[in-house]
Antibody, heavy 118, light 108 residues
Framework: QVQLVQSGAEVKKPGASVKVSCKVS????????MHWVRQAPGKGLEWMGG????????IYAQKFQGRVTMTEDTSTDTAYMELSSLRSEDTAVYYC???????????WGQGTLVTVSS | DIQLTQSPSFLSASVGDRVTITCRAS??????LAWYQQKPGKAPKLLIY???TLQSGVPSRFSGSGSGTEFTLTISSLQPEDFATYYC??????????FGGGTKVEIK
């Protein structure tokens, strides 16, 4: 059984960066394809990017290209999502989720609230 | 990008009601569609994948159908624990992997 535990809530100023972590247990990170999805307060789900096992590459939503970096530390089975140049519209709960492709996933982290405020 | 339009965006129903939610894709996505349930403060939970396959452990009152551009999620007899927001997600053409706007099911 895969378990994903995310880092705690963050408060950031506009223009700053945030790095959210997602620790995997039950499997090793190399066996999984990690994705990141966010949800602004009262809004729907928005996919940010993730690993495509068909191509063997990390793919990003164009909306976040240049601002988001998704990395992995296989020695600690921890995935990271870093978002830079934060603005108020980036205030959201950020989720990690494994193996969204090709059929959706039942393995999600608990979510990390990132608040961007001056 | 493929757009997913869910309808209705909100519905009010009673326990025991049959509920149907529709998800329309802007282009054909074969059967690469998943349905999720989300409760406040919680991560989404996978209900249906490949448009019509029930995820293990999900009650059989949930069912999915459709292919191409039109899909439905049906709850045959609404239970108190089913009051939540439901999302569809397409996994055929990416990036991006798009979600529908959501359907909030509330108690009448």
């Amino acid at each position: 059984q895969v378990q994903l535990v995310q880092s705690g809530a963050e408060v950031k100023k506009p223009g700053a960066s945030v790095k959210v972590s997602c620790k995997v247990s039950g499997y090793t990170l190399t066996e999984l394809s990690m994705h990141w999805v966010r949800q602004a307060p009262g809004k729907g789900l928005e996919w940010m990017g993730g690993f495509d096992p068909e191509d063997g590459e990390t793919i990003y939503a164009q909306k976040f290209q240049g601002r988001v970096t998704m990395t992995e530390d296989t020695s600690t089975d921890t995935a990271y999502m870093e978002l830079s140049s934060l603005r108020s519209e980036d205030t959201a709960v950020y989720y990690c989720a494994t193996d969204l492709l090709p059929a959706g996933s039942d393995y999600w982290g608990q979510g990390t609230l990132v608040t961007v405020s001056s | 990008d493929i757009q997913l339009t869910q309808s209705p965006s909100f519905l009010s129903a009673s326990v025991g009601d049959r509920v149907t939610i529709t998800c329309r894709a802007s282009q054909g996505i074969s059967s690469y569609l998943a349905w999720y349930q989300q409760k406040p403060g919680k991560a989404p939970k996978l209900l249906i994948y490949a448009a019509s396959t029930l995820q293990s452990g999900v009650p059989s009152r949930f069912s999915g159908s459709g292919s191409g551009t039109e899909f439905t999620l049906t709850i045959s007899s609404l239970q108190p624990e089913d009051f939540a927001t439901y999302y569809c997600q397409q996994l055929n053409s990416y990036p991006p992997l798009t979600f529908g706007g959501g359907t909030k099911v509330e108690i009448k």
